[in-house]
């Protein structure tokens, strides 16, 4: 049957329109291809290892695969600068580390602004440090090691990952607030290097993490003095932390999401409700745990604020020391 001329118009124009909203219905699905996760720290690191668990959450509850981009170096300003540089549709994030807050303020031409050109997505764990030192160290107690870094000034070496580090600057944060001097000594190789260091007597105290640290403290291999975050770590439940013998301080590393600037709303808000998801799953959260870290829930406004509060606080310790880029 032959359909006027009007009436086959109507009905070709209604087929052209559900077509077109087929398409923008396509396109809006998110995500429509694999997504990269980069991490701006090296394969088996605490960010990479995070990057892993939270991309394999993402691809068994959103159908698409979320593959781990390392790109280490440039002291982590190469992985953020390459996101910076992404197209802002979701499919490129970016693991948000401490060092965010940091280069702000330890770099004067980066090239990027991290909070102009990152949109936060939602923050996942803030990871103790901890300050240790050999068994055979005089001190066994944290006031007692401040007393005797009174006594010893600037005799005492101070061992971190290297200069600009979170772990730096927790050290730093404690010298200022505990009034004590150390030689900083920053070591080439990472937390394991770290580690082989303190056991070889190259350097009296770090600043390292829980999770490279936690198996030679249970051994006896290495002392714990005190764990850095605001309250105890239920890892080492019986060692204090250092704002209960110096009030206020604390120091942690951050670890979330991020996306390029302008990245859509409903992207962020769905990725931010799986991260709040993730939470809830037992066995995720046991993974977190492994990682010695306490959860960080909230909104993409809420993350942000605590990566602006970090940057003010590292800001004041970079002032105070004059510590500056290698």
Known sequence: MKL??????????????????SRIARAQVYPSRPVRIVVS????????ILARLIGQWFSERLGQQFVIDDRPGGSNTIGTEAVVRAAPDGHTLLLVESSASINANLYTKLNYNFLRDIALIAGILRLPQIIAVHPSFPAK????????????????NMGTPGVGTSLHLGGEL???????????????????????????????????TTALSIELIRAGRIRPLAVTTATRWAGLPDIPTVGEFVPGYEASSILGLGAPRNTPATIIDTLNKEVGA???????????TDLGGT????SPADFRKIVADETEKWARVIRFTGIKSE
């Open 278 to 288: 993730a939470f809830a799953d037992p066995k995720i959260m046991g993974r977190f």
């Open 41 to 48: 720290a090296a394969p088996g690191s605490a960010p990479d």
């Open 295 to 298: 959860l960080l829930p909230g």
């Open 141 to 156: 107690t944290l006031p007692e090691f401040i007393a005797y870094a009174k006594s010893n000034p600037d005799r005492l």
């Open 174 to 208: 404690f010298k200022m607030m505990a009034g004590v001097n150390m030689v900083h000594v920053p070591t080439r190789g990472g937390g394991a290097a770290l580690l082989t260091d303190l056991l070889g007597g190259q350097v009296d105290v770090i600043f390292g």
């Open 4 to 21: 006027p001329r009007r009436q086959f118009l109507h009905l070709a124009a209604g087929a052209a329109a559900l077509s077109a909203v």
